[in-house]
């Protein structure tokens, strides 16, 4: 059961991951200033954190449950 839960975590936290960071540069806007770019990004960057989060929670589930 803990293994399922493990990959769960993991998998869902890889998606939400991919997801969250192709819409932060998405949400990124540059603008060119007398030859030097600047970027400026509207999204929050929470949310690839918590994914990242979630994926390491997966991996600790699945290398704790060893054998189950």
Known sequence: MKKTIGAI????G???L??????????TGSVS???AEVA???GSIMPIIIS???ILI????LMTSKGE
């Open 9 to 12: 975590f993991s998998v869902g």
């Open 52 to 54: 990242g989060v979630v």
């Open 18 to 27: 991919i997801y969250t960071t192709i819409e932060y540069m998405n949400n």
């Open 58 to 61: 997966g991996v600790v589930i």
């Open 40 to 42: 400026e990004s509207t």
């Open 33 to 35: 200033i007398g030859g």
């Open 14 to 16: 890889l998606i939400a």
